[in-house]
């Protein structure tokens, strides 16, 4: 349990004096909390011993309630640099992740990988944050509570404190048991999770081509059945942890029961004074009511901890090496790309293999071939989406590993096989890229692309859209558009 406390402050980097100072004040919380118990031992003896009066009274009645103004006040504090010190850690979690995720190859994303990284985004962290962070000074007040109370027995009686002590290393036995099956239990339900994060993910990208096909009811059925094991895995997780909850309560009544046997066993045996036997029944029933709220948290602790394995191994994948110092000469009177034999694969499966050829300056190269032949991974080698296994890809005769990644890109265009219009005109979507661009250099640009012409269509109420000659394009229609009627919106 405190190892998985350890595991949450290592992430939580410059904001762990935070989290730390938040356990000061759960530490004093828990104190507080218990005082009132010390208190109603001093009154009640002094009672058995006939030395109580009204101004003793008064005085703890004043004291009970500044510790519970303190309590309110300690628990406030804690909760305020616990919390908010959960949702800056995970805040600057998604900023690195998202910095990460920039520099990993391309072949990451297409490794099914998308339904991974959004649950770690929004299930694994949330989760965390949530009921984690939020919890991690309770969970410390627990411990703190729990250690007051054998201190407690200890100064009655040192038998008692034994026998506490002896019944709390049987709780920590059961709950050794209970961690381990919970842990790998946390496991199968945060995979599902991801699971059906992938299978939600890929019904919404495909669903055109699920109703071109009319597959809506395979598919649907496929996306149904995630749903029904993420829902049979969840309480699979209830169900498998609610034995070992059962046996710790168990093991708490039979605690109670051996501490209460004990001291009346003393106290017959005048080993025990009749008040300290009072002292021992004022708390004794809540000797491990801390313990018993620390593992009924015990689920979250374990699943967090399967979600920290799921967030670390997405940062722990190698990105791409953006070391390079070279540079890729202006202008070269030699060739312009050149592969040489490049090798290729991805994962285990080759896809190109001892591949060679050139490419000159002001020169057009078609690569044809079977579909899965490999001709996009040739175009994305070149921009460096995946790092080549063996060989070179050169441009201008100088190896693109070599040279700094936004370099190398102030030199490619391309044109990718799924192509997104956002629903703007023709002429704000090229200029996009550029948005300080001139009209003639966008009308340039177009050119340079080889775009003749276009089919632009409006959505229904869209604004009408006007063209260089005067020509208008009302929502729901759809015309061709020749480049010198780029269209802009009417002002």
Known sequence: MIALMKRILNVAGGYKRRIQLAFVFSFLKSFLAKAPIGMAFLVLTAFLDGSADGRLCLTMGAAMAICLVLQVLSQHAADRLQSAAGFMVFAEKRMELGAHLRKLPMGYFTERNIGKISSVLSTDMVFIEENCMTALADMMS????????????????????????????????????????????????????????????????????????????????????????????????????APWQRRLNLVYGLGVAVVVALALFLCSNGLLDSSLTVGVMLFVFDLFGPMKALYGQSSRLTVMNSCMDRIEEVFAKVELSDKGTAHIPARSDGLEVEFRNVNFAYGEKETLHDISFCLEKNQMAALVGPSGGGKSTIASLLARFWDVKSGQVLVRGVDIRTVPLSELMD?????????????????????????????????????????????????????????????????????????????????
């Open 142 to 241: 627990y411990i703190f509570a729990e250690a007051i109370m054998l201190a407690f027995l200890f100064v009655i009686h040192p038998w008692l404190g034994l026998a506490g002590c002896a019944l709390m290393l049987l709780v920590l036995a059961v709950a050794k048991g209970m961690r381990r099956e919970g842990l790998e239990d946390s496991d199968i339900r945060q995979a599902q999770s991801e699971n059906l994060t992938e299978a939600v993910l890929d019904f919404a990208e495909g669903i055109g081509i699920i109703k071109t096909y009319n597959l809506l009811g395979e598919k649907s059925a496929e996306l149904t059945e995630n749903f029904r094991e993420s829902r049979k895995t969840s309480i699979d997780f209830e169900e498998n942890h």
């Open 411 to 491: 030199h490619i265009s391309m044109v990718f096989q799924r192509v997104y219009l956002f629903q703007d005109t023709i002429y704000n979507n090229i200029s996009m890229g550029r948005p300080d661009a001139s009209r003639e250099e966008v009308i340039e640009a177009a050119r340079k692309a080889r775009c003749h012409n276009f089919i632009m269509s409006l959505p229904d109420g869209y604004d009408t859209v006007v063209g260089e000659g005067g020509e208008s394009l009302s929502g729901g229609e759809k015309q061709r558009i020749s480049i010198s009627q780029l269209c802009y919106p009417a002002v």
